[in-house]
């Protein structure tokens, strides 16, 4: 049962615009959603966080933003830099494990 | 300070033979977990190793085990591998208080199954 969903599987921004990564999920039974960066032939790494009673979440030109009605979070990045391409994976955290569910990530490119 | 290493980069593998991959924590990380990442997935959470024993486990058959060793190492065991055994093969090192919420990932190992 795949309980994050990324269903844009890439997205292309001009440099200096905003970018939007979204992911939906059908279970709320959370702590966290974290998103991660992934460059090629390296490990994901952290990039920011939301915890389920927040709404919002912010981190220089990062924000998450949680719409718990609609079940759905969405990753802004502003401005986007060409350094931003890579793949964006949303994840989420079980509430009582400790494991990570990931969605299938979203490839961002930004054009210079 | 060294991130999470692991060995090797890449392999490749005749279907039915056995397979060790091999983790070293980050620094001051005591707790390993294993992803697998097929093509076009997302990481799929393979087992969680602490104190040198299985503390949690994913979806994923017997053929996969793992160990643990004193200095917080790890490695992961694949046995009579299958075609869709082809992925990248994903470490994660944490404090215990953390858990997936402090991962550091290292660079994975890319497993060829032929």
């Known amino acids: 049962d795949q309980q994050v969903k990324q269903n844009s599987p890439s997205l292309s921004v001009q440099e200096g615009r905003i970018s939007i990564l979204n992911c939906d999920y059908t279970?709320?039974?959370?702590?966290?959603f974290l998103w991660y960066k992934k460059y090629p032939a390296e490990g994901p790494t952290f990039l920011i966080s939301?915890?389920?009673?927040?709404d919002k979440n912010e981190d220089g030109r990062f924000t998450v933003f949680l719409n718990k009605s609609a079940k759905h979070l969405s990753l802004h990045i502003v401005p986007s830099q060409p350094g931003d391409s890579a793949v964006y994976f949303c994840?989420?955290?079980?509430?009582?494990?400790?494991?990570?569910?990931f969605g299938t990530g979203t490839r961002l490119t930004v054009i210079p | 300070d060294a991130g999470v290493t692991q060995s090797p980069t890449h392999l490749i593998k005749t279907r039915g033979q056995q397979v060790t991959l091999r983790c070293s924590p980050k620094?001051?990380?005591?707790?390993v977990s294993w992803y697998q990442q097929a093509l076009g997935q997302g990481p799929q959470f393979i087992f969680q190793?602490?104190?040198?024993?299985?503390?949690q486990r994913g979806n994923f058959p017997d053929r996969f085990s793992g160990h643990q060793f004193p200095n917080y190492s790890s490695e992961l065991n694949v046995n009579a591998l299958l075609l869709g055994d082809s992925a990248l093969y994903l470490c994660?090192?944490?404090?215990?208080?953390?858990?997936?919420?402090?991962?550091?990932f290292g660079s994975g190992t890319r497993l060829t199954v032929v």
């Open positions: 994660a090192s944490s404090l215990p208080h953390r858990g997936a919420y402090g991962y550091t």
């Open positions: 279970n709320s039974m959370f702590d966290y």
């Open positions: 939301i915890s389920s009673i927040k």
């Open positions: 994840a989420r955290v079980q509430t009582g494990a400790n494991n990570l569910f």
């Open positions: 620094s001051g990380h005591d707790t």
């Open positions: 190793y602490y104190e040198e024993e299985e503390r």
